[in-house]
């Protein structure tokens, strides 16, 4: 797919992190964005950077996500690239000090990152499906979610982020295959240790420790890095049904 002005684009997550830097990659080639997110204050700050729109919207509603859609198309036309970054990742273990696993967080992470992703991919694919195409494959549209390395190296305490992460690499070849006779490409990126907001909150020292974990390139992986990626898979129509690693060859340590 040709990354230009005639192209629309979702991204889901977009007000910090791993989306903002798809965004910023995306609007650069005049492709039209609208971000996703439930923090307003932030999301609205990033579009008015990257000159895109900013919709609130909640991927665990089915209502939110529809009138999101709605109000990209209003703007920018039918969306023919999905990008899935929207995502929470709290720790706890299987049982703790006497305690099982607060089964309201497995469930809330479960919903957010798995059950959301496949909300917006199933939406969004609806729409696209009906598209006409613009390549000589017959490509209409392209859709790529966010996992994590924790999906096959989940350390202690990450069991729900792990599972929901899990569960979108497993969607992936499936999804591919449901939409193929749609023109659809589906695909994941697992990132490794990535700069995001919440690694920022930490240390210096903390985060140089993070880096150090990395093989090579011994540091945190950066949005801009993601967003290449992203770029990647968007431009060569032969990525489908594929989870890709971004790690630096990091394999996790249980902790």
Do not use: W
Request: a negative charge; hydrophobic letters at 45%; glycine letters at 10%.
């Amino acid at each position: 797919m040709q990354l230009n002005s005639d192209i629309a684009a979702v991204v889901t997550g977009g007000s910090s992190g791993l989306g903002a830097a798809t965004a910023r990659k995306l609007a650069s080639h005049g492709v039209k964005v609208t971000l996703f997110d439930i923090n307003e204050e932030a999301g609205q700050a990033v579009a008015d950077e990257v000159g895109c729109r900013f919709v609130k919207v909640d991927v665990t509603s089915d209502e939110s996500v529809t009138a999101g859609l709605d109000a990209a198309e209003a703007a920018h036309g039918p969306a023919r690239i999905l990008i899935n970054c929207a995502g929470i990742a709290p720790v706890a273990k299987t049982t703790s000090r006497g305690e099982p696993h607060p089964m309201d967080m497995f469930q809330k992470v479960i919903n957010v990152n798995l059950v959301g992703t496949f909300r917006c991919t199933t939406f969004a694919a609806t729409r696209m499906a009906k598209l006409d195409p613009i390549t000589e494959d017959g490509e209409r549209g392209v859709i790529v979610s966010t996992a994590s390395v924790a999906a096959f190296d989940g350390q202690i305490g990450q069991v729900a982020y792990a599972a929901s992460k899990g569960g979108i690499a497993a969607l992936t070849l499936p999804v591919a295959r449901d939409l193929s006779k749609s023109g659809i490409r589906v695909m994941t990126v697992a990132p490794g240790i990535f700069e995001t907001p919440m690694l920022r909150g930490l240390s210096q020292e903390v985060q140089d420790s993070l880096g150090q974990q990395v093989p090579f390139p011994s540091r945190l992986g950066r949005g801009d890095e993601y967003a290449q990626l992203v770029e990647v898979i968007l431009q060569n129509p032969m990525l489908n049904g594929e989870t890709i690693r971004l790690d630096g060859a990091i394999r996790m340590a249980p902790k």
